[in-house]
């Protein structure tokens, strides 16, 4: 199973390893302060794709198209994550406040599709 859980919630029971999906490092939060296995920035999407976005929830549909191109180039970065979900439930943290429509949601998806596929 993968999850989602905005990153200044504290951990909840039976997440697994527990991945930092976004390039930036958070505001106010220090790293030690977080129950973190790992920081994955490279599989966020890139600067240009984030800052064309902006979370407009009306360019939602080709922001997935977007990042899911972005991501089906870099499968060295989102490699382990489907590694630990293969045997495990894994959370993925994310910082966006818009809880609908951000890239860990689309994240998600794909490495959902990405574990049908076998």
């Not at 999906?21 to 302060?33: A, C, F, H, I, T």
């Not at 977080?34 to 080709?62: I, Q, T």
């Not at 490699?79 to 894994?90: S, T």
């Amino acid at each position: 199973m993968i999850r989602v859980r905005r990153v200044y919630n504290p951990p909840g029971q039976g997440e697994g390893e527990r991945f930092l999906v976004d390039r930036l490092w958070l505001r106010g939060l220090k790293k030690e302060s977080l129950r973190l296995d790992a920081w994955l920035r490279d599989v966020a999407p890139s600067d240009a794709l984030r800052r064309w976005f902006g979370h407009n929830p009306k360019k939602w549909e080709e922001f997935r198209c977007r990042y899911f191109a972005e991501l089906d180039g870099k499968g060295e970065a989102w490699e382990p994550i489907l590694k630990v979900a293969r045997r495990g439930n894994v959370t993925l943290l994310f910082s966006a406040r818009d809880t609908r429509h951000n890239n860990v949601l689309a994240l998600r998806d794909f490495l959902m599709a990405k574990l049908e596929e076998g």
